[in-house]
């Protein structure tokens, strides 16, 4: 067996971590493979400074440091703008580099919105229901998530995304890939740079 992949995370913030963390884990289970190594860093002004401060990261390691991962997982909420647009932020200022792989997310319009993919999931597991969406904004989102999670007798110490990785496990992918495209594509996404990382530890 070769070694483990390495992911290098790019994050908005805690909440995009846990949910990026929990679906990197999932989708190594599902294709029958170890965990990879997940190294993180998070942005430190919000989706308003993340795209810059992913460009000017990636400037900085490339110069201090010779070790890298294999993978490169960049996840900033579109936040309104759609996922389109965010994407394609994400691309210019993310390119391949010297990495084997990258995976760029764009959450449409907040992270938040995917724990409702699969409202199923969100019940079986954590016994909450989500009401609709509400507009994009970050405050809003996270409130509406807590105060769901609150509803069913969950106490929230932190990030309400925190039950991503209780959540991510159990969902149908498929189903909540339907339901939210910037997650289908995260989701394809991501298994493709993977699958790219598979193979180069295997060499």
Known sequence: MGRRVIVDLFCEDAGHEAFARAL???????AGR??????ARNARG????????????????????????????AMVDANGDGWAL???????????????????????????????ADPAAMSSVLGATL??????????FKRWLREALES????????????SAELVPEMDLYRAGKA???????V????????????????
Do not use: N
């Open 34 to 39: 170890p965990s990879p190594v997940v190294w």
């Open 180 to 186: 939210c495209p910037s997650l289908r594509r995260c």
């Open 24 to 30: 990197v884990a999932r989708l190594a289970a599902d």
């Open 46 to 73: 919000g989706h308003g400074r993340a795209v810059s401060e992913l460009k000017a990261w990636l400037r900085w390691d490339t110069r201090v440091h010779q070790d890298h991962g294999d993978v490169l997982f």
């Open 152 to 163: 069913a007798g969950h106490v929230v110490l932190s990030d309400p995304m925190d039950i």
């Open 86 to 116: 965010r994407h394609a932020e994400l691309a210019a200022a993310a390119p391949e580099l010297r990495y084997a792989a990258v995976a760029l997310a764009a959450p449409d319009p907040h992270v938040e919105a995917w724990c409702a």
């Open 131 to 140: 009401p609709p969406l509400p507009a994009p904004g970050k405050t809003r």
């Open 188 to 203: 394809d996404d991501l298994q493709r740079a993977l699958s790219i990382g598979y193979e180069l530890g295997e060499r």
